[in-house]
């Protein structure tokens, strides 16, 4: 406590060291706290479910979905779950002539069994909820029973109209609970309805649309599981070639499935303050460590009358960490902003909102904050406490009275730690200027659709009104010709999926190719799309002719097809009337190419385009399958501001239809800002970091040179009476900045060029090893601390040498 006292009241005797010395600290530790509370939400502890553990997630490899078949095998087969069940979101439309769209979950009676939270009211699905021509159930969310019914107790048993027809709700889930889907982050969703299996759908075994999602029994491992599927999936494929060849069954623990993604974007986060943390010690030990050389004196008389060596250090670690838990309190407060900046930061398309509110200080994250600066108040005070007291008594009492020169360990830590400060800040001055140019890629590799001209807006036509193929084609035609009218619309079309938001696929055969289970096939996205799709997206044709695409003359269906489709298959030849069959032994469909547009990226802003054909639908003569069913959008060019015509479209679409709503209404601009909002994300932290770690390494050379220069003043003084000009003062200033700096930059290159091996596959579109980007690091850091040497040396030229001498 004597220890503690005197602390103080030194601290209290310096107000500008110790401000600077706590906000150095307090920086690096919010920063570390702010990332540690997202960290512990999003990854550490993302799951409100009963022993989230035993939660695994059924796939075929390489991330596709099971088909209807395989998970009734799977079901009927497997000894490692006790429940088992499918799900695929929809869009599902709630209420009549001012219908709302919701995102839902259709599923089996298994999955909300497996996710074990029960119901606040009512009950779960159950199996006879999924048969075929059963009465229309539902279960909804608790911020939907608060939302649309004012959260009457009495809602069990009720119906509300859904998808055009009375639907009773059987349940409502809990105020916690949350539907975590690997394959659909950031969507909250808020009714789960039956999976019918309809007859055609327990036939097609190659149709991989459902996501699975188990609980383990109890005492089995997650490798056991997977290896009970694993004998299953090998199983089906000998027993159906033609459809489960080279589609291996695995398990893979939920946890992992959710937070694969999150982990590793905060990895460059978790380096970039771990620096930033680094740096703010290496303030602080410099700033203690130049306060030790003025108080010598005092260290000396007190060992002299009998202090120890071990107490005076014990008194200086007592100073740096009280220095630390002030820290940890700005820290703390600090992190408290920043956590509610980062959690208004992060887009809504990567996080649903529940776990956007689990981000905050709790006791964890406050535990975290002390532990780590009860770490930085040693790392940043123990050399200088043992500095402190390393020194000579007799020697340091003898020069009292005068200017002290300072010892070289004192001055070499000093020098050392300048230039520490100097790498780290480079590195992450190269990260932030790299991710940067990485985030500007994907804006410049997909140029032709950031506009915010064309405006998208998701349709669901469901229930039984639309179950006929003609009533589907009879209500995109109306819409679109309606909204083609509209001021200032110059062209209107459907789609099945969106540029960037992933799709559907299937593996063909090129022209003559031959059926063959053991052979692997081109990989192939397909889309539905109206005819003038093309124009209002803005892709260009670039062979063949836009009527081909609509003229319906034989059997075969025309199609377009990408630059990457044409250059991969026809490498050599004209692609125009060449043939494409889908891979299987009973093929529905033969297409026939009539035109090549161009690419687009469709599985995220960051992927190469891959092989894709667009197949015309709303038109008369449509194949059923080549409809979408449930839901699709509307892409809507205009000549001005898109979003204008949005209300526009909506009261269209309430003529057309009044049981239905439009969703995910989007200019294909946010569309693309949407798909980079996790690279956006990244950057924006890791510039923050870099501009903290600049300020605190400015600071850090600021103090250091002054506490260097003001050792010299003698030297200083002494030169100025024996004719030294201003300008070679200047000049000794400026070499002596500039040996810290040069020492502090190569190395950092050196350090940057290093970790652009762990870079490499975090950015996109930028070379980690590129000079320009490296020495811009060093460009950056080394202005900003030249710009911080202006003040010292300006002190240096304010020496009187009169007052520098007058203790000889």
């Not at 909804?140 to 009375?166: E, K, M, N, Q, Y």
């Not at 054909?613 to 809507?636: K, M, N, R, W």
């Amino acid at each position: 406590m004597n220890h503690l006292r005197f602390a103080s009241r030194q601290l209290l005797k310096s107000p500008g060291f110790t401000a600077t010395a706590v906000l150095s600290l307090a920086l690096g530790i919010g920063a570390a706290t702010t990332l540690f509370s997202v960290l512990q939400a999003l990854v550490l502890d993302p799951f409100p479910y009963p022993r989230s553990g035993e939660i695994v997630y059924v796939r075929s490899n390489g991330g596709q979905p099971l088909s209807f078949p395989d998970f009734r095998d799977l079901r009927e087969r497997n000894r490692s779950f006790v429940d088992f069940g499918v799900y695929r979101p929809a869009r599902i439309n709630l209420g009549a002539q001012e219908a709302e769209s919701l995102a839902a979950i259709q599923c089996t009676a298994g999955v909300l069994r497996a996710l074990g939270s029960r119901p606040a009211l009512g009950r779960w699905l159950d199996e006879a909820d999924d048969q075929p021509g059963a009465a229309p159930v539902a279960v909804i969310s608790h911020g939907l029973w608060l939302r649309a019914f004012g959260g009457d107790a009495s809602i069990v048993g009720r119906t509300a109209r859904l998808d055009g027809r009375p639907t009773e709700i059987v349940g409502v889930m809990p105020a916690d609970f949350e539907f975590s889907s690997p394959s659909y982050a950031g969507q909250d969703y808020q009714a789960w309805l039956p999976l019918h299996g309809e007859p055609n759908d327990l036939e097609q075994r190659g149709n991989h649309w459902l996501l699975g999602v188990a609980r383990l029994k109890p005492d089995v491992p997650l490798a056991t599981a997977d290896a009970d599927v694993k004998a299953i999936g090998a199983q089906l494929a000998a027993q159906f070639p033609d459809t489960n060849t080279h589609k291996p069954m695995l398990v893979r623990s939920l946890r992992q499935e959710i937070t694969r993604d999150t982990a590793s974007g905060m990895k460059p986060l978790g380096g970039a303050v771990a620096l930033l943390l680094l740096v703010g010690c290496a303030n602080v030990a410099g700033l203690l460590l130049a306060r030790g050389t003025r108080r010598q004196g005092e260290f000396a008389i007190r060992l002299a009358i009998g202090a120890s060596r071990p107490a005076l250090v014990r008194q200086l670690l007592t100073e740096a960490l009280l220095l630390g838990l002030l820290g940890c309190a700005v820290g703390v407060l600090l992190a408290a902003w920043g956590t509610d900046a980062v959690r208004q930061l992060i887009p809504s398309s990567l996080v649903i909102e529940a776990r956007r509110a689990a981000i905050a200080l709790d006791g964890r994250v406050l535990a975290f904050a002390t532990a780590t600066g009860f770490v930085a108040a040693l790392i940043a005070g123990a050399v200088p406490a043992l500095t402190a007291a390393h020194g000579s008594v007799a020697v340091t009492l003898n020069d009292a009275g005068r200017t002290q020169t300072g010892s070289r360990l004192r001055r070499r830590f000093l020098r050392n730690l300048v230039m520490a400060q100097a790498a780290v800040a480079v590195v992450l001055a190269y990260a932030a200027i790299l991710f940067t140019a990485s985030y500007l890629k994907v804006f410049e590799t997909n140029r032709a659709l950031d506009t915010d001209r064309v405006l998208t807006a998701e349709v669901a036509p469901q229930g039984e009104r639309y179950r006929a193929v003609a009533a589907r084609v009879r209500f995109w035609n109306t819409l679109i010709e309606r909204v083609r009218v509209l001021p200032g619309v110059e062209q209107a079309a459907l789609t099945s999926k969106l540029p960037l938001e992933g799709g559907s696929n299937f593996d063909v055969l090129i022209d003559e190719q031959k059926f063959d289970p053991k052979v692997r096939r081109p990989l192939v996205e397909n889309t539905g799309v109206s005819p003038g799709y093309f124009r209002a997206m803005g892709l260009g044709w670039l062979r063949g002719q836009p009527a081909d695409f609509t003229r319906w003359d034989g059997p075969d269906i025309p199609v377009v097809i990408n630059q990457t489709m044409a250059r991969q298959c026809w490498p050599d030849t004209d692609p125009l009337g060449h043939r494409i069959r889908i891979n299987s032994a009973r093929s529905p469909f033969q297409f026939h190419v009539v035109g090549v547009v161009e690419d687009v990226r469709q599985w995220g802003a960051e992927t190469s385009p891959r092989p894709e054909l667009y197949y015309a639908c709303s038109l008369a003569g449509t194949p059923e399958e080549a409809l979408p069913e449930e839901s699709a959008y509307l892409v809507v060019r205009t000549s001005g501001e898109a979003r204008a015509v949005a209300a526009l479209i909506r009261h269209e679409l309430a003529l057309t239809d009044g049981d239905l709503a439009l969703s995910n209404v989007r200019t294909m601009g946010e569309v693309l800002h949407q798909a980079g909002s996790r690279r956006r994300l990244s950057a924006g932290l890791i510039n923050a970091f870099t501009a903290m770690a600049l300020l605190l390494a400015a600071v850090g050379i600021y103090g250091t040179l002054s506490c260097v220069i003001a050792e010299r003043t003698r030297e200083i003084g002494v030169r100025i009476v024996i004719g030294a000009q201003p300008r070679q003062i200047l000049g000794l200033v400026g070499r002596q900045a500039s040996a810290w700096l040069l020492g502090g930059l190569v190395p950092g290159i050196a350090l940057s060029a290093a970790c652009s091996l762990a870079l490499r596959s975090l950015v996109y579109g930028a070379d980690p090893l590129d000079p320009l980007v490296l020495l811009s690091g060093a460009g950056l850091v080394g202005g900003v601390l030249l710009a911080a040497c202006i003040g010292p040396a300006r002190r240096a030229l304010r020496v009187n040498p009169v007052e520098a001498l007058r203790a000889e």
